[in-house]
């Protein structure tokens, strides 16, 4: 299993397809998210709306695939995935 850390990195709806069908699953985490609604709200649901536009990719290949949002950025969240 492989980490990618990537601050701000906006992945396009085929390339999520395209890891769904390469990779064993995925888990995008966005940390600070209360900062990133505040700022952007129509892009923060656009994310929402991109997921689960393709997670039907996913769930066909019985693969797990999870958006999870950390509201108050953590100093501490990225050490966990390195």
Known sequence: MGW????????????????????????IFVDGCDVFLEKDEKLFFD??????????????????????FQMREDVKFGSHFK
């Open 47 to 68: 994310l929402i709306e991109a997921f689960m536009v393709q997670l039907h990719h996913w769930l066909k290949a019985e693969k797990p695939c999870h958006l999870c």
């Open 4 to 27: 990618v850390q990537s601050q701000y990195r906006v992945l396009k709806l085929d390339d999520l397809i395209d890891l769904s069908k390469s990779t064993e699953g995925l888990v």
